[in-house]
């Protein structure tokens, strides 16, 4: 039905596309071949080996997918569009269009706006906006607390009937475990999903960088990896208890790895992701003290990178996400300890993950698991896959195109990433988001409907 109504708001018939000459990779039906695909009414209506045709079908646009690769639309669970309240960073608008030119047709964005997403009529605004920009599908987390303050539990039935998928206090924690024990309580009543982000309101709170060697030789105050893992104690505790349905945010550490891994065979309700740059960077990389490396929870040690990275492959983490969070250039270029946590990371999710299956020769059909349909899976939906009948939503992107990460090719209102002057390999070309092709690199970027 929703979907129905957002075909409906489209001001221009939906178009009848064919796409063609590409590589198929669909991690839900295990497809990885040269196919055709056939769309009509926003629905993909037929999936073809190549230069067959379809009878009876006349196309309204042709894409050329020669050497490229389609896949389902990426589902990024963690992209904040810092709307409501810090435009002053980025906007709906510059975030949406960075998601898409990642590739990202479907994202989450978490409740930690300004004022944060605790009341209907926020969720309901900040979806319609988004509807209206007819781009990526938003999935707002409402806010587990009243004002994140960790005091009030919300109307989570409202602001479940608002739009929201979840709740979550975001990367505040709740320092009254008796209120945190009733919200779950609450949600597993109702069977409403919380997304807890492992951090001890109290130990390291007042850290910049991970606990070790490479903190204490650059004298930054450290943040230990017991600020994650006694978090993660608590909350498989009280999920014994309660029988709450669990989403873990950001893991960091070999030892929370582990303890995942340990829920995990015990049976609890858990999943769980891990930000894209947390698979790559470690704590020796803070060493020139760039606030573009500052980013929360930290970047740890190399074993703990390793950990994660073996985390992912064999399935104890779930999910990569972006942890996409813009920052003003004034708030980065300050002395590191100062310097506001996040990096800008929707249209690098893609590459850094083709980067990491290629050091850890993954099938790129694997790789895509954990952008599309796993994702799809922690989120509840029936997206993140193609297939005849389903939603097209669809990314298309060339795997060998090299390119240089700077300001200027950057869609985010953000350029703060630690991958500036990087050269990356993989590159989103074209994006669908309900049959509608939204965006195509070669003709300039967007199309006028979805500017």
């Known amino acids: 039905m929703a979907a129905a109504q957002r075909r409906l708001s489209l001001s221009a018939s939906l178009p009848r596309l064919r796409i063609f000459g590409g590589r198929l990779i669909d991690p839900s ?8 695909l056939w769309i009509d009414d926003g629905s993909l209506v037929a999936i073809t080996p190549p230069g067959e045709r379809l009878a009876g079908f006349s196309c309204d646009q042709e894409i050329d997918a020669s050497g490229r690769v389609i896949c389902p639309g990426l589902i990024d669970l963690c992209a904040r569009l810092r709307e409501p309240g810090f435009e002053y960073k980025a906007t709906l608008e510059s975030e949406m269009r ?6 990202v047709t479907r994202l989450v964005c978490p409740p930690d706006t300004d004022p944060p997403l605790d009341e209907p009529g926020l969720v309901e605004m900040l979806k319609h906006r988004a509807r209206n920009l007819i781009q990526a599908h938003v999935h707002p987390l409402g806010a587990l607390t009243v004002g994140l303050k960790g005091e009030q539990i919300t109307e989570m039935a409202e602001l479940s009937e608002a739009g929201c998928v979840g709740f979550s206090q975001g990367p505040i924690p709740i320092a009254n475990t008796q209120i945190f024990f009733r919200a779950l309580q609450y949600a597993s009543t109702f069977e409403y999903p919380v997304w807890f982000y492992p951090m001890d309101p109290w130990i390291g709170r007042t850290g910049v960088a ?3 060697p490479v903190s204490g030789r650059l004298g930054l105050p450290g943040i230990p990896v017991a600020n994650e893992t006694i978090a993660l104690q608590t909350v498989f505790e009280l999920m014994r208890v309660t029988g709450a349905r669990v989403h873990i945010c950001r893991l960091s550490s070999a030892a929370g790895v582990e303890l995942v891994r340990q829920a995990k065979r015990e049976g609890l309700a858990i999943t769980a992701d891990v930000a894209i740059h947390h698979l790559h960077l470690i704590d020796v990389d803070l060493a020139d003290f760039d606030g573009n490396y500052r980013v929360l929870p930290p970047f740890r040690s190399q074993r703990d990178r390793d950990a994660l990275r073996a985390g ?9 996400c972006s942890d996409h969070a813009p920052v003003d250039d004034d708030a980065k270029q300050l002395p590191f300890g100062e310097a506001e946590p996040g990096v800008t990371a929707l249209e690098l999710l893609l590459p850094l993950t083709l980067k990491w299956a290629n050091e850890s020769k993954l ?15 922690v989120l509840g939906r029936d997206a993140g896959h193609l ?3 389903g939603q097209a939503d669809i990314c298309i992107f060339d795997p060998q195109d090299h390119w240089t990460v700077s300001a200027s090719q950057l869609f985010s209102q953000g350029s703060n990433t630690p ?13 669908l988001v309900d049959g509608r092709c939204v965006f195509e690199r070669a003709n300039g970027g967007f199309s006028a409907s979805s500017r």
């Open 29 to 36: 039906s295990k497809t990885d071949r040269p196919m055709d």
């Open 98 to 103: 960075a998601a898409i030119a990642g590739g």
């Open 210 to 212: 991970h606990s070790g």
């Open 312 to 320: 992912v492959l064999d399935g104890t983490i779930d999910v990569i």
């Open 363 to 377: 099938p790129l059909i694997e790789a895509m698991r954990r952008l599309t349909v796993n994702p799809a899976s």
């Open 387 to 389: 297939s005849v009948g």
């Open 419 to 431: 991958y500036l002057g990087l050269e990356l390999q993989g590159r989103v070309q074209s994006v």
